[in-house]
T-cell receptor, first 111, second 113 residues
Framework: QKEVEQNSGPLSVPEGAIASLNCTYS??????FFWYRQYSGKSPELIMF????GDKEDGRFTAQLNKASQYVSLLIRDSQPSDSATYLC???????????FGTGTRLLVSP | KAGVTQTPRYLIKTRGQQVTLSCSPI?????VSWYQQTPGQGLQFLFE???????NKGNFPGRFSGRQFSNSRSEMNVSTLELGDSALYLC????????????FGEGSRLTVL
């Protein structure tokens, strides 16, 4: 079992729709969870982080965490073609700054 | 404020050679982490340095090594290169480390022939 699992996609949504990206993790002791966006040929950039159960909203993005189910999700409202990218879920592993990444979900937003 | 700077951006080596990659973190950031990104495996943690000390290491062979200097700049070295070492090597910095808000450089793309 991989430590952090994501559906590779691609997830295709029309412009203006809600994109829902999901991630599960295996380490029940994990405390910190992150979503990174990576455009093709570019490096990952941090979108959001969440530490507590529940929802955290930032503009069009909402991160959701359910530690009991070991599940993290990212909702993107009013999806835009510029949101087309690979979204990486990352979980803080044991020790310093060891982020364990999923392999990413490719999102395609069509005009 | 300048971002994380990695050099070189692209390089081609042959099997058996060694390579050194450099990373300059964001000013004021003291933690530097290195990751290897390949299409099949995704992003995998190599190691993390803070105040010139390696605090954490991933599951890579001893051919992969690194160091951090007093100005927080970091280098990683791969010796006896293998074809499978072809990858994008990403450096990331953070203020103190331990909270995961990493800022990535553009990466060094290594091709081993």
């Amino acid at each position: 079992q991989k430590e952090v699992e994501q559906n590779s996609g691609p997830l295709s949504v029309p412009e203006g729709a809600i994109a829902s990206l999901n991630c599960t993790y295996s380490d029940r002791g994990s405390q910190s969870f992150f979503w990174y966006r990576q455009y093709s040929g570019k490096s990952p950039e941090l979108i959001m982080f969440i530490y507590s159960n529940g929802d955290k909203e930032d503009g069009r993005f909402t991160a959701q965490l359910n530690k009991a189910s070991q599940y993290v999700s990212l909702l993107i409202r009013d999806s835009q073609p510029s949101d087309s990218a690979t979204y990486l879920c990352a979980v803080m592993g044991t020790g310093f700054q060891k982020l364990v990444f999923g392999t990413g979900t490719r999102l395609l937003v069509s005009p | 404020k300048a971002g994380v700077t990695q050099t070189p951006r692209y390089l081609i080596k042959t099997r058996g050679q060694q390579v050194t990659l450099s990373c300059s973190p964001i000013s004021g950031h003291r933690s530097v982490s290195w990751y290897q990104q390949t299409p099949g495996q995704g992003l995998q943690f190599l190691f993390e340095y803070f105040s010139e000390t390696q605090r954490n290491k991933g599951n890579f062979p001893g051919r992969f090594s690194g160091r951090q200097f007093s100005n927080s700049r970091s280098e990683m070295n791969v010796s006896t290169l293998e074809l499978g070492d072809s990858a994008l090597y990403l450096c990331a910095s953070s203020l103190e480390g331990g909270i995961g808000e990493l800022f990535f450089g553009e990466g060094s793309r290594l091709t081993v022939l």
